[in-house]
């Protein structure tokens, strides 16, 4: 291998490295991690009366099982609310059930 082409490899080389670390710091700065998203919204819960009864991940959808512990759907909401505002997308709940004056839902949502 010549010199020149020598030189014009470890150049690529080194731009494909740079260019890999420079996309890893960037999901760094940009995405939060699972850990810390699913902390803010059990902390939107917990202070609101919401209990989260299951969880299920599968791939990038999410399951939550919630229940209101007071007699209020419009919690319901505003938690999906957070979930939106949170960065999650095609967040929904099919039906909200009331058993005992308590509010029992799914909500499903993607984590990307």
């Given at each position: 291998?010549?010199?020149?082409?020598?030189?014009?490899?470890?150049?690529?080389?080194?731009?494909?490295?740079i260019s890999s670390k420079?996309?890893?710091l960037y999901g760094l700065k940009v995405k939060k991690s699972l850990f810390n998203e699913i902390a803010d919204a059990v902390d939107f819960a917990v202070k609101h009366n919401l209990q989260i009864i299951k969880f299920e991940k599968n791939k990038n959808k999410i399951n939550l099982m919630i229940k209101s512990n007071i007699d209020n759907s419009d919690l319901i909401a505003k938690f999906v609310k957070k979930l939106i505002d949170l960065g999650y997308k095609n967040v929904f709940s099919n039906k909200i059930t009331n058993k005992k004056n308590r509010y029992i839902t799914v909500i499903k949502y993607n984590d990307e």
């Open positions: 291998m010549t010199k020149e082409k020598e030189n014009t490899a470890n150049i690529d080389t080194q731009t494909e490295d420079i996309d890893y």
